[in-house]
């Protein structure tokens, strides 16, 4: 018997800079108010659920779609994180008990641990992608050691450094924008 193989063009978008400016504008905004710029508003907590976390959502969906595990595991996962955070940040004003600090360090720090992994696996990825996720490894475990501490200070610089990481994430998904723009490398990514 004869077997007839067919294979679909894939017509599917690249999600990966809509992921990367989901998860870097929002991580922008947030450590703007760990460092101490401005307070935690409305602003932090709807990008938070809107672009950092469903955005992302969407992006890992779709690199599932494109056979991308590294992105789909990424983008899904700290979209979710998001989530999780805003209901964390929220949820005691709903008669819910708020974390204590060793649950908030404890709960960053597993995010560490699992950013430690995305970072390893980077090593065959453009090198914006290394720099996302290695100051992302720094960022979560400098926020648990400030949440375990009570030390706000660690928690400041955590802030500033957490801008860094933002703003590499976007320059990582603009470098990509850039390139399927003009259909070449425009900035180095």
């Known amino acids: 018997m004869n077997e007839t193989k067919i294979q679909l063009a894939d017509s599917i978008a ?30 932090v907590v709807s990008i938070g659920i809107f672009y950092g976390g469903i955005s992302q959502v969407i992006a890992g969906i779709m690199e599932f779609r494109k056979g991308n595990t590294f992105g789909a595991t990424a983008f899904t996962s700290y979209g979710f994180f998001w989530l999780s955070l805003i209901g964390i940040l929220w949820l005691p004003k709903a008669g819910f008990a708020a974390p204590t600090g060793p649950a908030m360090a404890s709960f960053l720090f597993l995010w560490g641990l699992f950013s430690l992994v995305m970072f390893i696996c980077t090593r065959k990825h453009p ?15 400098l926020l ?46």
């Open 14 to 43: 690249n999600p990966a800079p809509l992921g990367l400016l989901g998860f870097g504008m929002t991580t922008v905004l947030l450590n703007l108010a760990n460092a101490g710029i401005m307070p935690l508003t409305s602003v």
């Open 127 to 141: 090198r914006s992608s290394q720099w996302v996720f290695g100051t992302l490894v720094v960022l979560f475990f």
């Open 144 to 189: 648990a050691a400030g949440d375990l501490s009570g030390n706000k200070g660690i928690t400041m610089v955590a802030g500033y450094e957490g801008i860094v990481c933002g703003l590499l994430a976007i320059y990582a998904a603009c470098g990509q924008l850039l390139h399927d723009a003009f259909g070449k490398k425009v900035i180095p990514y």
